[in-house]
Nanobody, 121 residues
Framework: QVQLVEYGGGLVQAGGSLRLSCVAS????????MAWYRQAPGNQRDLVAG???????VYADAVKGRSTISRDNAKNTLYLQMNSLKSEDTGVYYC???????????????WGQGTQVTVSS
């Protein structure tokens, strides 16, 4: 069973940095696009950044220039380095991945359980 587990959330002061990680495991043949989403209280889940298997990134305007998304395909791991954090970066950060499970040819969409990031001003 494919699982995504996020690590690295926590409480940080405004202007600080955090690095989030997401490890995918459980019978994976390949992973295509991976992404980070954020959901603030009372808001919808929004894209923060995404990255193709080949390493091409895309960023939301709100984090562009302050965040870097990367991945290690050999480790099935996704990262998000966030710098110059602001209070509006607060929310639950979810990892998302398009995965082809072993023994299958179809792509399925998986989500992690989320990790809380709180930026205090």
């Amino acid at each position: 069973q494919v699982q995504l587990v996020e690590y690295g959330g926590g409480l940080v002061q405004a202007g600080g940095s955090l690095r989030l990680s997401c490890v995918a495991s459980g019978g994976i043949s390949s992973i295509h696009t991976m992404a980070w989403y954020r959901q603030a209280p009372g808001n919808q889940r929004d894209l923060v950044a995404g990255i193709t298997r080949e390493g091409r990134p895309v960023y939301a305007d709100a984090v562009k220039g302050r965040s870097t998304i990367s991945r290690d395909n050999a480790k099935n791991t996704l990262y998000l380095q966030m710098n110059s954090l602001k209070s509006e970066d607060t929310g639950v950060y979810y990892c998302n991945a398009d995965v082809v499970p072993e023994g299958d040819s179809r792509i399925y969409d998986y989500w992690g359980q989320g990790t809380q990031v709180t930026v205090s001003s």
